[in-house]
């Protein structure tokens, strides 16, 4: 984003900017749940990047990238275009894997990309306009939470019949968090009726059926997969060098290695000082140092090391306009959780979307 948000000044120095998305526009996880919810609308949550790019002088490419041929220093398209680059930077993220579990089954959701969810509404919507609906979720983790919370809060404000939301997280729910972030969780999810069932994982999904590894087999109308995230596959498939997760493999500087001219942050790299967790902080904290590298590199100036920094706060948004905050000791939940969340997140996003009008 702050690379992006001074792409003129590469243009500026005469250099050439090319940037490469699957979207018009990139949406923000952060508030990607509470979109489903409706408590954003998606142009709340999204920043119009072909948009930003152009009006600076840039050159956005809708499209994909599939590899890279790191010796060459070519990007391959899905069009099969090819881009050639002096410097390159991977910020291509994560995403959820379908995995086996997955029989090529109608009316299953990933939460990512972002703009799933979307489509995810309108189908909950329509469905639940008719019928009471069985929304199952499978995954044991905060994304799992917070799409349950807000599917409730969806179904609340604009389903006409009831639905009953089921979470499938395998044997123990929010288990990374301490005790007292599941318990709180547990609580709000729970009071709604929202079922947290922890008796063991799911073998297969089928279009309207999850099976669990114990044969019980349930019934549902929509499924979201909330199964925890992967690096992009792009950096295996290009032969770069990778870390213990499948990320591309960086210095303290951001920066292969191997390839001093290709750099990247966010969840699709394996920062090698100190794996770093997959949440958006990070991607966050990285983004100056990224930019100044990414000029550096091309300027021929000394590069800035990347300090991950201390312990980061985390607020999840339970879809009932309360949340639950934790950071080291501190935990509570409750509506001024939410209002802090959503203030640091709607600031977040006025910065980057202020760009667009200016
Ligand atoms: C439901 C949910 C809620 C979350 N909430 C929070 C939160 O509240 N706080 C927090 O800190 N973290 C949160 N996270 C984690 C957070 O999403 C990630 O850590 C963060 O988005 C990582 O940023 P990124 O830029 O690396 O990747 P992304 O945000 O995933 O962005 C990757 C971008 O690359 C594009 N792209 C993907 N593949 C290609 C390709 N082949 N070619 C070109 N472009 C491509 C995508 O379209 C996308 O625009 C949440 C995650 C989920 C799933």
């Known amino acids: 984003m702050v690379t992006l948000a001074n792409l003129h000044k590469f243009i500026e120095k ?3 900017v090319t940037v490469i998305g699957p979207s018009l526009y990139h949406y923000y996880s952060g508030m990607g749940p509470g979109m489903l919810g409706k408590v954003y609308a998606p142009e709340d949550i999204r920043f119009a990047t072909k948009h930003v790019v152009e009006k600076q002088g840039g050159s956005f490419i809708l499209g994909k990238a ?31 894997p379908e995995t086996s579990i997955v029989d090529t089954a109608r009316d299953v959701f990933t939460v990512k990309p972002i ?12 469905l639940a306009s ?3 609906i069985v929304i199952g979720i499978i995954g044991g983790g905060p994304s799992a939470a917070e799409i349950a919370g807000n599917a409730w809060r ?3 404000d604009y389903g006409t019949n009831q639905s009953r939301i089921i979470i499938f997280a395998g044997k123990d729910f929010m288990s990374r968090f301490p005790v007292d972030v599941k318990k709180k969780v547990s609580r709000s999810l729970k009071r709604r009726g929202i079922e947290i069932f922890e008796s063991g994982y799911v073998e297969k999904i089928k279009t309207n059926e999850i099976i669990l590894e114990s044969g019980e087999s349930y019934d549902t109308d929509v499924i979201f997969l909330a199964v925890g995230v992967k690096p992009s596959s792009i950096i295996k498939k290009s032969d770069l060098p990778i870390g213990a997760d499948g990320g591309l493999l960086v210095n303290q500087y951001l920066q292969c290695s191997e390839y001093p001219e290709i750099f990247g942050g966010g969840d699709c790299i394996y920062f090698k000082n100190q794996p770093l967790d997959k949440v958006g902080v990070y991607a966050v904290r990285e983004n100056p140092v990224l930019y100044r590298n990414l000029m550096a590199s091309i300027e021929g100036e000394a590069l800035q090391p990347f ?17 639950v905050l934790c950071k080291r000791w501190l935990i509570f939940d409750g509506r001024l959780a939410f209002k802090i969340k959503d203030y640091i997140d709607r600031k977040f996003m006025n910065t980057f979307q202020q760009i667009e009008k200016t």
Request: proline residues 3%.
């Open 14 to 16: 005469g250099h050439k």
């Open 66 to 96: 599939v590899c890279v041929d790191p010796k060459e220093k070519k990007l391959i398209l899905d069009s099969g275009e090819t881009v050639l680059y002096d410097v390159l930077s991977f910020n291509v993220g994560s995403y959820v």
């Open 115 to 126: 703009e799933k969810l979307i489509d995810a509404q309108a189908r909950i919507l329509e």
């Open 130 to 132: 008719r019928k009471k």
């Open 154 to 156: 969806l179904t609340q």
């Open 307 to 323: 300090d991950p920094g201390g312990d980061y706060l985390l607020i999840f948004n339970m879809g009932d306009g309360t949340g």
